[in-house]
Every structure is written in structure tokens, then in C-alpha cells.
């Protein structure tokens, strides 16, 4: 481990331990600066927000957009605060997220079936490994052995060695877990692993790599759309159940975790087919909740 990456990952360590409510606090010093001040990517968020929501008027949008940027400065600040949350016990005295219906994902564990997840930019995705302290009164009836996430890898060293720390933050056995995934790995690790009960969680909703084979066009939020294929073909190939995981606002602080089945075995659906009902979850989700998305990505290009 080089010194810069020592220097910061110390730093970020202290910064986690604060609590949640100073994070705020500096949340919404960041907000103004990032909005009103450095104006970071403002006339993407606007053409973005303009193009999905056409039936909005400017002020709405102006509105939807300050909202926006408050919300991405809470996921900056809480995904810090996660990764001090090294004691499960925090998480779950925060209820920072609260899983729905975990026995959706507990279904497929006394199957043993291994399952695709596919979530998205919407809520905080940096919070996905604390997944095991977020249902404390009906507890997911697997390991975390059991969860692979898979990721693409930054092109900063330094940085990627950080969130990696980071997002494993609250698992009971950092140093020996096996499920952080490189995209390029999953392939490989699916056919190794695939007489074992794993959920793969895919962040699905990404412009396609350019160096990606799997791309469909498709519909989305009122605009067409470049899509990933890949979870879905993997999906079909093993005849893996799909599930869609929603993650909404409750309020500041606060996350509602909730999966939908999309099939119970992808062989039966198209690609296309599995894609497009994603799609149509997410977008259901981003109408109730608009601000509550990613939307700096410059996702239509």
C-alpha cells in the first residue's frame, strides 16, 4: 500500500467515524458548493431531467435538479460514513437502509438458487454491503459469503483500493471475502460457482463499455437508450432466477430496499425481454422519486 492511499484511506476513516447527523451538515455545505458554485455537470443534470420529464415546467425542473444535488452529496457523505461502520451494530442502530421484503431473497436461499440482482444508480449504492444489518427483525437466511458484487474497476489505483475497503467495510470477514467481482471475472466465477446458492448483484443501469458485446436498444425514460445485456445473458445461460432490486427515499437518512422478481428462470425470457422489464421497474421508481438518481451520468449520448 502506497503513502497516498495510506494518507487518504486514515483520513476517511476519521472523517466515518463522525455521525451521520454531522454528515449531513456537510452534505449540505457541499450541495451549495457543487451546485451553486463549481456547478458541477448543471446543464447535463438540467437537459437530462428537461428530456425525462418533458411535461415539467423549468421552475419544477430547476426544483427536481436543487433536490438532485442535495441527494448526491448525501450519498458522497453517507458512503463515508459507511465506511467507518466497521461494527454492524452502527448500521443497524442507524437504519440507514431497511429491507422490505427479504423473504423474496430468502425464497431462492432454501432453494438453493443462485440469483441475479439487478439494481441501479437510485438511492445510495454505495450502502449494498451492509445488506446483512438492514433486516435485523427478519434476518436473510444466507451468508455473505453467499453475496457477490460485481464491479467495474476505476481507472485510478489509489481510488479503487479505496472503495474497495470502503463498500466491504461492515462484512464480519473483510480481508478472506471472495464476491467483489470485476466485471471481467463473473463469467468465469458463475461456471466455477455453479452448484452454489450466490446472489450477483449487477449495477445494471451503465451505458454499455465500448468494448461490450452485449447491447440492446431499448426505451427509457421517454428516450432511446444504449443497455447492457450482459446479466441477462448470463442469467439465461445458467436459467437463474432475475430479481430487480428498488432502493427509494423514506425520508433523509433513510432507504427503502425492495426486490421484484422479473422470472424464476431467465432461460425462459429473451434478453431483451429480461432488459426491458428492468427498465421498466427503474422507471417506475424514478417518476415517484425523480431526484432520487444518478443523474450527472451522461447516460444519453
Not at 132 to 140: E, I, K, T
Amino acid at each position: 500500500m502506497n503513502i497516498p492511499t495510506i494518507i487518504i484511506k486514515g483520513f476517511l476513516r476519521l472523517l466515518g467515524m463522525l455521525p451521520l447527523r454531522v454528515h449531513y451538515v456537510l452534505s449540505d455545505g457541499l450541495a451549495f458548493l457543487v451546485e451553486k458554485v463549481i456547478r458541477y455537470r448543471v446543464s447535463d443534470v438540467t437537459i437530462n431531467l428537461a428530456r425525462s420529464f418533458p411535461q415539467l415546467k423549468y421552475e419544477d425542473i430547476r426544483t427536481v435538479r436543487h433536490n438532485f444535488y442535495r441527494h448526491f452529496c448525501d450519498v458522497f457523505t453517507e458512503a463515508i460514513w459507511f465506511g467507518g461502520s466497521h461494527n454492524p451494530k452502527r448500521l443497524i442502530r442507524q437504519r440507514i437502509c431497511t429491507i422490505v421484503n427479504p423473504e423474496v431473497l430468502n425464497h431462492f436461499a432454501e432453494t438453493s438458487e443462485s440469483v441475479i440482482i439487478l439494481s441501479s444508480h437510485s438511492g445510495n449504492w454505495e450502502l449494498s454491503g451492509g445488506m446483512f444489518s438492514y433486516s435485523p427483525d427478519q434476518p436473510l437466511e444466507f451468508h455473505e459469503d453467499n453475496v457477490c458484487v460485481v464491479y467495474k474497476t476505476l481507472s485510478s489505483k489509489v481510488w479503487d483500493n479505496i472503495m474497495r475497503d470502503n463498500r466491504r467495510a461492515p462484512l464480519n470477514d473483510r480481508k478472506n471475502y471472495k464476491g467483489y467481482l470485476e466485471s471481467r471475472q463473473v463469467m468465469r466465477y458463475i461456471y466455477k460457482h455453479r452448484n452454489e446458492l450466490n446472489f450477483y448483484n449487477f449495477i445494471n443501469d451503465q451505458s454499455p463499455y465500448q468494448n461490450s458485446g452485449g447491447k440492446l436498444d431499448i426505451t427509457f425514460m421517454g428516450q432511446s437508450t444504449k443497455a447492457m445485456s450482459g446479466a441477462a445473458t448470463l442469467a439465461r445461460k445458467f436459467g437463474m432466477p432475475v430479481v430487480y432490486q428498488g432502493m427509494q427515499r423514506n425520508g433523509r437518512g433513510h432507504y427503502l430496499i425492495e426486490y421484484r422478481v422479473i422470472c424464476g428462470n431467465a432461460a425462459e425470457m429473451s434478453e431483451e425481454e429480461i432488459t426491458r422489464q428492468y427498465y421498466s421497474l427503474l422507471e417506475k421508481d424514478l417518476r415517484e422519486q425523480p431526484e432520487n438518481y444518478l443523474w450527472t451520468h451522461r447516460r444519453w449520448k
